[in-house]
């Protein structure tokens, strides 16, 4: 193997080093976001499930 033929696999090396970070960056950030969507999910779900709660306990009572 020749110097030439090892600096480009090096450049070529490189170059998927950086697309690599890139794709790794999105998969950081779409996994935020889709975190902070379950969160809010979740948290609704805690509400609704709290209401329902309270229409039943309301409902028992007036039986």
Not at 10 to 27: A, C, M, P, Y
């Amino acid at each position: 193997m020749t110097i030439s033929e090892i600096l480009n696999l090096k450049d070529k090396l490189k170059e998927q080093i950086v697309i690599s970070d890139r794709k790794v960056g999105e998969i950081e950030r779409d996994n935020i976001s889709l975190q902070d969507r379950l969160n809010k999910l979740e948290s609704s779900y805690g509400s609704l499930k709290e209401i329902l709660e309270d229409v039943l306990l309301a409902r028992t009572k007036l039986k």
